[in-house]
């Protein structure tokens, strides 16, 4: 739901204390003073005019998301989320996004304004490894949209192209087509 306490617990402190190998490669290029704000320094680096600072914090960011993302991780993921273009795409998207704080007027706006789209079919679809996005928000999204249904894929964490996850989301299009809610 992009509130404060999910950006913390994956960019800045939570998240370091499963995958500590690869947290020590994320803020590598971070100096030791600028970690306490980590998104924010990460930004100051993927929009420098200093083509080499962008590439160090662009891959640096992006292989962290890459070594995380799977419940079992994938060595062939986290090198593509390494690759030039990629990560430097990716993190520099991504980073954007959470220094504006996702373009909402509130951290709980989607809480917030739920009745906007109580009437809308909706399905959540949820790791129950998720490192990235926390299994809590989706169950407190889910329990605030009790008509939209839940399901918390058993063997899966964050990435789409977990087994689970895919399987989960194409049912959830498939159901969509044929109940003709699309």
């Known amino acids: ?96 996004y959470f220094v504006n704080k996702g373009f909402f007027r509130s951290e709980n706006q989607l809480l917030e304004d739920i009745e906007n789209i109580r009437h809308i079919p909706g399905i959540i679809v949820q790791g129950r490894y998720d490192v990235v996005c926390p299994p809590e928000s989706a ?9 939209a249904k839940f399901v918390m894929v058993a063997d899966a964490g964050h990435s789409l192209s977990e087994h689970g996850i895919t399987h989960a989301l194409i049912e959830a299009t498939d159901s969509f087509v044929n109940e003709g809610t699309i």
């Open 139 to 147: 169950w407190e999204l889910h329990k605030a949209w009790p008509e």
């Open 1 to 96: 739901m992009l509130r404060q306490k999910e950006l913390l617990w994956f960019y800045q402190e939570g998240c370091s204390k499963i995958y500590p190998d690869a947290y020590e490669k994320y803020i590598a290029p971070i100096p030791e003073n600028e970690r306490g704000d980590l998104i924010s320094a990460f930004h100051k680096r993927l929009t420098s005019p200093d083509a080499n600072v962008r590439s160090e914090a662009a891959k640096a960011w992006s292989v962290w998301e890459g070594s995380t993302s799977k419940l079992i991780q994938d060595p062939g993921m986290v090198e593509s989320f390494g690759g030039d273009e990629f990560a430097d795409a990716f993190a520099r998207i991504e980073c954007h």
